[in-house]
C-alpha cells in the first residue's frame, strides 16, 4: 500500500525558514489519492490540517500559516512540497503529508518530519 512520506523539518530559529518535501513510498503518483494535504500535529495536540492542493493545483491554507506557507508541487520529482516562511515557536510540530478526506483512514499515514522553532 503506496503511503506518502514527509522530509525535510530540522531546527530553525523563529523567523527563519524551511522547505518541506513529500513523496510516496512507491513509484505511484503522488497524487493517486487525489489532493495532497499536509498535516501537523504538536505535542499533546491533535494533527491538524495545514495545507492542500488538488490535482488541478487549487490550494487551501488554515488561516494559521496563511501568507507564510506556500503548497506546490513538483511533477518532475514527483514531489509536493511546503515552503515555511516567518516561522515562530508556534509551528514547531512532527509534519505529515498524506491524502484528504475518508481515504486518510484506509491507507494510513506514513512518516512524519519534526519542525523545530527555537532560538
Known amino acids: 500500500q503506496v503511503q506518502l512520506v514527509a522530509s525535510g523539518g530540522g531546527l530553525v530559529q523563529p523567523g527563519g525558514s524551511l522547505r518541506l518535501s513529500c513523496a510516496a513510498s512507491d513509484s505511484g503518483s503522488i497524487f493517486s489519492f487525489g489532493a495532497v494535504g499536509w498535516y501537523r500535529q504538536a505535542p499533546g495536540e491533535q494533527r491538524d490540517l495545514v495545507a492542500t492542493i488538488t490535482t488541478k493545483n487549487s490550494t487551501f491554507y488554515a488561516d494559521s500559516v496563511k501568507g507564510r506557507f506556500t503548497i506546490s508541487r513538483d511533477d518532475a520529482k514527483n514531489t509536493v512540497n511546503l515552503q515555511m516562511d516567518n516561522l515562530n515557536s508556534e509551528d514547531t510540530a512532527v509534519y505529515y503529508c498524506?491524502?484528504?478526506?475518508?481515504?486518510?483512514?484506509?491507507?494510513?499515514w506514513g512518516q512524519g518530519t519534526q519542525v523545530t522553532v527555537s532560538s
Open positions: 498524506n491524502a484528504v478526506g475518508a481515504i486518510v483512514a484506509r491507507i494510513g
